[in-house]
């Protein structure tokens, strides 16, 4: 693949799962979810005007450099500190709406994620760094969006990692 139609591919990506944030947050009652899907759909509009910027420079200069690409999400880790705070609110609602939106968030995630994944297998030079940061960052969305759905859905996992045994 060439590096403007993966530039493309990943905008095209990128605007998808951004929508789907949005559309989460306008169909979400609790404050803390509508703040959780809002901070979601805006790290990825940050993908996408990265991404823009670097289709124009690869148009306009035939070169692509990468420049950092911060997150506004933040690390995996801490989310079981910022899930666990709400535990007590959380099992007296019902969150099904919620539970879908973040069903359908991770489909489109992990698809996401595979993509960077084939771009990294696929590029070279400063589009495989590009495409790698990427990768980082929506392999940490991943994680997040499940974490965030293992946790309402009370299935006992947290983080892939069984919390009980029922065996026991």
Excluded: C
């Excluded at 609790?30 to 790290?43: P, Q, S, Y």
Aim: aromatic share 10%.
């Amino acid at each position: 693949m060439q590096i403007e139609e993966a530039i493309s591919e990943a905008i095209a990506y990128e605007t998808r799962i951004r929508d789907l944030y949005r559309e989460a947050a306008d169909q979400t009652a609790d404050a803390k979810g509508v703040e959780v899907f809002n901070t979601l759909a805006a790290d990825e509009q940050r993908h996408i005007d990265y991404l823009e910027h670097k289709r124009r420079q690869w148009r306009q200069e035939g070169v692509l450099t990468v420049a950092p690409l911060e997150s506004l999400v933040p690390p995996a880790d801490r989310f079981q500190n910022e899930i666990g705070a709400l535990q007590s609110e959380m099992a007296r609602e019902d969150r099904t709406d919620e539970k879908r939106m973040l069903s359908k968030a991770l489909q489109v995630e992990v698809e996401t994620s595979a993509f960077y994944r084939r771009m990294v297998a696929e590029m070279e030079g400063a589009a495989r760094e590009m495409f790698a940061r990427f990768l980082e960052i929506e392999d940490g969305h991943v994680a997040a969006v499940q974490a965030e759905l293992d946790y309402i859905s009370h299935n006992g996992f947290w983080f892939d990692f069984q919390e009980f045994d029922m065996e026991y």
